[in-house]
Nanobody
Framework: QVQLVESGGGLVQPGGSLRLSCAVSGSMFSIYDMDWYRQAPGKQRELVAGITKRGSTNYADSVKGRFTISRDNAKKMVYLQMNSLKPEDTAVYYC????????WGQGTQVTVSS
């Protein structure tokens, strides 16, 4: 198992930006494929973006062109840069390690509202 700690959420106006961070425990971070998920009230958790150990990325259609996932293997961190935020991006955001699908952090709340 791994420990995941997300941070960087907050309240932002529509059109604004936030950068989420996720710290991952353990020494094997560089070989992990990583994902960001989100869960809005009353909805199922959904995959937002992913990045492989080699740096290949994928995005949900709803965030393509607005969100960017990145990683820093030396710091054992994964990031989600979110631009042009919309009210429908409001959710709790979680990072995840694909090799440990049952390990979740506490998440970080993102609220997009005027």
């Amino acid at each position: 198992q791994v420990q995941l700690v997300e941070s960087g959420g907050g309240l932002v106006q529509p059109g604004g930006s936030l950068r989420l961070s996720c710290a991952v425990s353990g020494s094997m971070f560089s070989i992990y494929d990583m994902d960001w998920y989100r869960q809005a009230p009353g909805k199922q958790r959904e995959l937002v973006a992913g990045i492989t150990k080699r740096g290949s990325t994928n995005y949900a259609d709803s965030v393509k062109g607005r969100f960017t996932i990145s990683r820093d293997n030396a710091k054992k961190m994964v990031y989600l840069q979110m631009n042009s935020l919309k009210p429908e991006d409001t959710a709790v955001y979680y990072c995840a390690v694909r090799a440990f699908p049952d390990s979740w952090g506490q998440g970080t709340q993102v609220t997009v509202s005027s």
